[in-house]
């Protein structure tokens, strides 16, 4: 029987100009493929529009706009697939798509999932040793945490049958994504296959992106999925959900401490202000913390409110001022009163359970060209039970910022994470030892002691890791074909 197109191909890219349209011809030309899914990461070499100039309804491109990681990118495209089966493919030609019959005939047999090795006794250029030490290193460990036995835990040649996927939420962003995976599979208990296939392995020279932090990547993530390191690594759905209710109350006393913060509001209006167009949109104003500042940048402010209390707080504070509007209701409530220059969102977005939707709202809330500022707390990691108690559905990383803001058709300007610090106090006080971290005497000592120094800190230094993220996009002038 002739081979069918059956086949999602998942191709995450980053900085591959030279190859990715021979890539793409190689793949198109399988048998096997029914789309292609490619995921720019941030390519600064025109990559993306190489892959959209290839003149083929199968294939569809995605941007970040940033670098983030080929789990993000894999992530990503594992949400958009729709054919039966998924093959990943790199977008160098280390692996060839005429392997891709050898990796799916096992799944049309009983297999679930099929992972390549290059280690099999198959033809292939050889390996840097360094390359193959790190390899069979992190091989060796992954074998023992999840009891599989396979050859090449970091092939990036793999198979799966959909639904598998639909079973996995993939959390680490970078190279870290291979071994996930594989533990991830083998936790399911889903049936594995490994097959040997060719490979013509690129040098450093040559483009190729693992390193040596990739390898340490690797391990650490070898350790987060193995038995103990889940258990340390405790889920967020381990926390008792609350209503919005309960929630609205426990936040009252939070938002008023805030009141009190002028430091770190000062802060993250400052960072905010060079985005800000003329009409501006608060969405989830609060008790009107960052609203003062923002009326004194604005030429008109609506300020939003989902919560009745909030919302009568906010008509008392602005009574009688002609330059701010206080809705009641969500983003496509204050929709209405638009289209705005510019929107905010403080510590708002993580309470909605469905942030992409809510997100789409207000992109459609913005004028072509204008720009959202979104500040939301940073990992999950820090998730505590405070979190639960004022309503939390999440916490972000760099990635699932952008991803979340990518997806509901924005594009980036920058991201970055704020105040290290804090990161390190909310570990300890909200997490381990389970404490309120906005008190009042402890949040009012933060504020004036801490926070000037951080904001004249990272003024000069972008932080690798903090507490809260501040995403700046845009709505394009034009929406993408």
Same mark, same amino acid.
């Given at each position: 029987? &002739?081979?069918?197109?059956?086949?999602? +191909?998942?191709?995450?890219?980053?900085?591959?100009?030279?190859?990715? =349209?021979?890539?793409?011809?190689?793949?198109?030309?399988?048998?096997?493929?029914?789309?292609?899914?490619?995921?720019? @990461?941030?390519?600064?070499?025109?990559?993306?529009?190489?892959? *959209?100039?290839?003149?083929?309804?199968?294939?569809?491109?995605?941007?970040?706009?940033?670098?983030?990681?080929?789990?993000?990118?894999?992530?990503?495209?594992?949400?958009?697939?729709?054919?039966?089966?998924?093959?990943?493919?790199?977008?160098?030609?280390?692996?060839?798509? &005429?392997?891709?019959?050898? /990796?799916?005939?096992?799944?049309?047999?009983?297999?679930?999932?099929?992972?390549?090795?290059?280690?099999?006794?198959?033809?292939?250029?050889?390996? #840097?040793?360094?390359?193959?030490?790190?390899?069979?290193? +992190? !091989?060796?460990?992954?074998?023992?945490?999840?009891?599989?036995?396979?050859? @090449?835990?970091?092939?990036?040649?793999?198979?799966?049958?959909?639904?598998?996927?639909?079973?996995?939420?993939?959390?680490? @962003?970078?190279?870290?994504?291979?071994?996930?995976?594989?533990? =991830?599979?083998?936790?399911?208990?889903?049936?594995?296959?490994?097959?040997?296939?060719? #490979?013509?392995?690129?040098?450093?020279?040559?483009? =190729?992106?693992? !390193?040596?932090?990739?390898?340490?990547?690797?391990?650490?993530?070898?350790?987060?999925?193995? *038995?103990?390191?889940?258990?340390?690594? =405790?889920?967020?759905? !381990?926390?008792?959900?609350?209503?919005?209710?309960?929630?609205?109350?426990?936040?009252?006393?939070?938002?008023?401490?805030?009141?009190?913060?002028?430091?770190?509001?000062?802060?993250?209006?400052?960072?905010?202000?060079?985005? %800000?167009?003329?009409?501006?949109?608060?969405?989830?104003?609060?008790?009107?913390?960052?609203?003062?500042?923002?009326?004194?940048?604005?030429?008109?402010?609506?300020?939003?409110?989902?919560?009745?209390?909030?919302?009568?707080?906010?008509?008392?504070?602005?009574?009688?001022?002609?330059?701010?509007?206080?809705?009641?209701? @969500?983003?496509?409530?204050?929709?209405?009163?638009?289209? $705005?220059?510019?929107?905010?969102?403080?510590?708002?977005?993580?309470?909605?359970?469905?942030?992409?939707?809510? %997100?789409?709202?207000?992109?459609?809330? +913005?004028?072509?060209?204008?720009? &959202?500022?979104?500040?939301?707390?940073?990992?999950?990691?820090?998730?505590?039970?405070?979190?639960?108690?004022?309503?939390?559905?999440?916490?972000?990383?760099?990635?699932?910022?952008?991803?979340?803001?990518?997806?509901?058709? $924005?594009?980036?300007?920058?991201?970055?994470? %704020?105040?290290?610090?804090?990161?390190?106090?909310?570990?300890?006080?909200?997490?381990? /030892?389970?404490?309120?971290? !906005?008190?009042?005497?402890?949040?009012?000592?933060?504020?004036?002691?801490? +926070?000037?120094?951080?904001? *004249?800190?990272?003024?000069?230094?972008?932080?690798?890791?903090?507490?809260?993220?501040? &995403?700046?996009?845009?709505?394009?002038?034009?929406?993408?074909?």
């Amino acid at each position: 029987m &002739a081979p069918v197109p059956c086949a999602s +191909i998942v191709i995450p890219c980053y900085d591959e100009a030279p190859t990715i =349209k021979a890539v793409l011809e190689r793949v198109l030309a399988s048998p096997y493929t029914a789309e292609v899914i490619v995921v720019d @990461d941030g390519s600064t070499d025109g990559s993306a529009a190489l892959a *959209r100039s290839v003149d083929d309804p199968r294939v569809r491109v995605f941007e970040h706009g940033l670098n983030i990681g080929k789990g993000a990118c894999l992530r990503r495209a594992f949400r958009e697939v729709t054919a039966p089966y998924v093959i990943v493919q790199d977008a160098d030609l280390e692996y060839d798509p &005429a392997i891709y019959k050898q /990796l799916l005939e096992p799944l049309f047999d009983d297999a679930d999932v099929v992972f390549g090795s290059r280690f099999a006794p198959q033809p292939h250029r050889v390996l #840097y040793f360094r390359h193959s030490l790190a390899n069979k290193c +992190i !091989t060796f460990l992954s074998d023992g945490v999840t009891n599989l036995n396979l050859s @090449d835990v970091m092939s990036g040649a793999k198979a799966f049958r959909h639904e598998v996927l639909e079973s996995i939420e993939v959390e680490q @962003d970078r190279f870290g994504v291979e071994p996930e995976l594989v533990a =991830k599979v083998a936790a399911g208990r889903w049936r594995v296959f490994e097959v040997g296939i060719p #490979y013509e392995g690129r040098s450093y020279a040559e483009g =190729k992106k693992a !390193t040596w932090t990739a390898a340490i990547g690797s391990l650490l993530a070898v350790f987060r999925y193995s *038995r103990l390191g889940t258990r340390l690594a =405790k889920p967020r759905e !381990t926390f008792e959900a609350v209503t919005f209710s309960s929630a609205d109350v426990e936040l009252a006393e939070a938002l008023d401490s805030l009141d009190d913060a002028g430091n770190y509001a000062d802060w993250i209006v400052e960072l905010i202000a060079p985005h %800000l167009g003329p009409r501006v949109l608060e969405v989830g104003a609060g008790h009107g913390t960052m609203s003062v500042r923002l009326r004194d940048l604005a030429a008109s402010l609506t300020a939003t409110e989902l919560s009745a209390r909030s919302a009568d707080l906010l008509r008392e504070r602005f009574a009688g001022d002609p330059k701010v509007s206080v809705v009641e209701g @969500d983003i496509a409530t204050a929709a209405a009163h638009g289209p $705005f220059d510019s929107a905010v969102m403080v510590n708002v977005l993580e309470h909605i359970p469905d942030d992409i939707g809510a %997100l789409r709202d207000l992109h459609d809330a +913005i004028a072509p060209g204008g720009t &959202a500022a979104i500040y939301v707390p940073a990992y999950e990691v820090l998730y505590s039970d405070f979190d639960r108690r004022i309503g939390h559905c999440r916490r972000y990383r760099r990635s699932t910022i952008v991803q979340a803001l990518t997806t509901a058709g $924005f594009e980036m300007v920058s991201v970055r994470y %704020l105040s290290l610090p804090g990161a390190l106090a909310w570990l300890v006080v909200a997490r381990l /030892l389970g404490r309120q971290p !906005t008190n009042p005497r402890i949040a009012g000592l933060y504020d004036r002691v801490a +926070i000037p120094v951080l904001r *004249r800190v990272e003024a000069r230094w972008e932080m690798p890791a903090g507490q809260s993220l501040l &995403a700046i996009a845009r709505r394009p002038l034009e929406a993408a074909d």
